[in-house]
């Protein structure tokens, strides 16, 4: 069996620059509900679930607003906003060479889980990936993206000495710490780790053919 046989997947600012159309939506959820984020609206806050993201721009955990928000995001997002999502470049082929040479591969991602399908599906990346999981996927919602990446492994008996995670940022890394999985930081998306940030036994990867080349490694 290959060394990285599963290869899982982190997704906003890994596989897809959705930055523009998740800014555009929380920008138009704000103005839709007439508030004033109290910090910008760039692409430091893209990553963290919705509710999280929203919690920071508002400055509150109030739920009422909270919820307000959250339906004018997904209102924008999940209709038409999803489609301006791009994917990176040499992405696809990556996903297209890793399924050619036999890995299995799946996403764990902060995202929630319909718009993840839809974006899948609009750039006609679904067929590559074994499973989807998203925080959202369960009732309860998983509380961290660890407890996500355990519950995958979990459900479809996936071995940590044959897998590796692929992500963009810290919490990517100490989230493939936690479950004892090696850690491939893809360094051309929006948050991107600097070598200060890295953890000593991660490692990086400047674009998506060299990520290509490690992952089908024997």
Known sequence: MPRFQYVLFDLDGTLIDSAPAILASYRQAFATAGRTPVVAIDESIVGPPLVETLQILTGTKDARLIDELAAHFKASYDTTGYRE??????????LERLAAGGRTLAIATNKRLHPTRL????LG???YFKTVYALDLFEPRLPTKAAMIARL???HDIPEHVSVYVGDRSEDGESADANRLPFFAATWGYGS???AEMAAHWRAFATPAALTAALLED
Do not use: Q
Not at 119 to 122: E, K, M, P, R, W
């Open 193 to 195: 780790l600097v070598p």
């Open 125 to 127: 990346w679904s067929g």
């Open 85 to 94: 999502t791009a994917a990176y470049a040499g992405v696809g082929d990556m």
């Open 153 to 155: 492994m979990d459900d």
């Open 119 to 122: 974006i899948l599906d609009h």
